[in-house]
């Protein structure tokens, strides 16, 4: 099944704790993304990824690293997390970059950083 | 800057009835224009999209929307609404050469039986 898969798909940490959220599709697809979702501001993009080894930054890329060294996977790391990176944070893929092509989105994973 | 609009933050419709969710987008061309849906505890998942050429786009699930150039809007309609299509709806423009997508704040749908 195509498919993207995010874990953990809960978490609760403490500040100042690093921390990975990882990333996968099965879809042998080009461009990866991170979004975190927050009520009242909808989704905001973090990174980008248009292929191995290319990322670029988003519109809220502080306080957090990517690296995309597989085609298929593409971590999101929080080296030290604080309060205002508790969020739904969502992966999604697509063929190639979008527009044009349809982003899949992963189940997102809840973060509570304390 | 691009931007999207979603007026109503939360709508209350009772099963069976219409359904009209707004969408306002700012942007300097033509866009590409999509609506997700996000069901309790799930990702997102494409209903439908404009690229171009027929103003009316159907969509899965029975859903349709409407380009309106002169409106700068691309509300998404279902003419008989399903229990189960309470759920976080996202409106978002796509910007060409920029390789992103930007989102609204989403409408959240409640339906009654």
């Known amino acids: 099944e195509a498919q993207v898969t995010q874990n953990p798909r809960y978490l609760i940490t403490v500040t100042g704790k690093k921390l990975t959220v990882t990333c996968s599709q099965n879809?042998?697809?080009?461009?990866m993304s991170w979004y975190r979702q927050d009520p009242g501001l909808g989704l905001r993009q973090i990174y980008y990824?248009?292929?191995?080894?290319?990322?670029d930054k988003g519109d809220v890329p502080e306080g957090y690293k990517v690296s995309r060294k597989e085609k298929r996977n593409f971590p999101l790391i929080l080296e030290s997390p604080s309060p205002n990176q508790t969020s739904l944070y969502f992966c999604?893929?697509?063929?190639?970059?979008?527009?044009?092509?349809?982003?899949?989105f992963g189940p997102g994973t809840r973060l509570t950083v304390t | 800057a691009q931007s999207v609009t979603q007026p109503d933050i939360h709508i209350t419709v009772s099963e069976g009835a219409s359904l009209e969710l707004r969408c306002n987008y700012s942007y300097g061309a033509t866009p590409y224009l999509f609506w997700y849906v996000q069901s309790p505890g799930q990702g997102l998942q494409l209903l439908l999209k404009y690229f171009s050429g027929d103003t009316l786009v159907q969509g899965i699930k029975g859903f349709e929307a409407e380009f309106k150039r002169s409106q700068s809007s691309f509300n998404l309609r279902k003419p008989s609404v399903h229990w189960s299509d309470a759920a976080e709806y996202f409106c978002a423009v796509g910007v060409y050469y920029t390789d992103k997508l930007i989102f609204g704040t989403g409408t959240r749908l409640q339906v009654f039986p």
């Open positions: 990824s248009m292929n191995v080894e290319v990322t």
């Open positions: 879809m042998n697809h080009e461009y």
């Open positions: 999604a893929s697509s063929l190639a970059g979008p527009p044009a092509y349809e982003q899949y």
